[in-house]
């Protein structure tokens, strides 16, 4: 049922996109994070970078597999690069430019939904989701969010991504996490 309901969502988001009703709220996102320090999140970003979470995915995947969960390092790693792929997929189907392009941070394919959003929330967000639910530190998994949330509103701060993007990108990892669960729930069972 969440697979399709992010599914859903995803669509909704990109119709609007494509329409340009989110425009409005894209300029108040950006306008309210306009006084931030854009250097910090410069830095910040780059944990968003493909190379960086395919980097720390098998980093994960050694963490699982010392602990013995062979599920979850094989979901954790399949799950970033699926969501990644898929988010490259739908750019090329969009064609959403960006609001400036920027080799040095990683901006120069299309827009929506974001590569950043949508790689981050995979990464450590399901990290953060198998932690919780295997009820692991509060701590960690609360850092791990606040990666999420600083990683993909970087990419709005430094104006390489709209907001609407950024919610693109989450609701394609939600829902790629969401299927990765019902997949492992329907073996188990």
């Given at each position: 049922?969440?697979?399709?309901?992010?599914?859903?969502?995803?669509?909704?988001?990109?119709?609007?996109?494509?329409?340009?009703?989110?425009?409005?709220?894209?300029?108040?996102?950006?306008?309210?994070?306009?006084?931030?320090?854009?250097?910090v999140f410069a830095y910040v970003t780059?944990?968003?970078?493909?190379?960086?979470?395919?980097?720390?995915?098998?980093?994960?995947?050694?963490?699982?597999?010392?602990?013995?969960?062979?599920?979850?390092?094989?979901?954790?790693?399949?799950?970033?690069?699926?969501?990644?792929?898929?988010?490259?997929?739908?750019?090329?189907?969009?064609?959403?430019?960006?609001?400036?392009?920027?080799?040095?941070?990683?901006?120069?394919?299309?827009?929506?939904?974001?590569?950043?959003?949508?790689?981050?929330?995979?990464?450590?967000?399901?990290?953060?989701?198998?932690?919780?639910?295997?009820?692991?530190?509060?701590?960690?998994?609360?850092?791990?969010?606040?990666l999420v949330l600083a990683v993909s509103?970087?990419?709005?701060?430094?104006?390489?991504?709209?907001?609407?993007?950024?919610?693109?990108?989450?609701?394609?990892?939600?829902?790629?996490?969401?299927?990765?669960?019902?997949?492992?729930?329907?073996?188990?069972?």
């Amino acid at each position: 049922m969440v697979v399709i309901t992010g599914t859903v969502a995803y669509v909704i988001v990109s119709v609007f996109v494509v329409l340009g009703a989110v425009d409005p709220m894209n300029t108040f996102v950006y306008e309210w994070l306009q006084p931030l320090p854009d250097r910090v999140f410069a830095y910040v970003t780059e944990l968003g970078s493909v190379r960086i979470l395919i980097g720390i995915s098998f980093l994960g995947v050694v963490y699982w597999l010392v602990r013995g969960d062979r599920i979850e390092a094989f979901r954790l790693v399949s799950i970033v690069i699926v969501t990644l792929v898929v988010t490259q997929v739908l750019k090329l189907l969009h064609r959403i430019d960006r609001p400036l392009i920027d080799a040095s941070l990683d901006a120069t394919t299309y827009s929506f939904p974001s590569g950043h959003a949508s790689g981050s929330l995979a990464l450590y967000g399901l990290t953060a989701y198998v932690l919780y639910r295997k009820e692991q530190s509060k701590v960690v998994i609360f850092i791990l969010l606040c990666l999420v949330l600083a990683v993909s509103l970087s990419r709005v701060i430094l104006n390489v991504h709209y907001f609407s993007d950024v919610l693109g990108g989450w609701l394609v990892a939600l829902t790629m996490i969401a299927l990765s669960e019902w997949i492992i729930r329907r073996k188990t069972i």
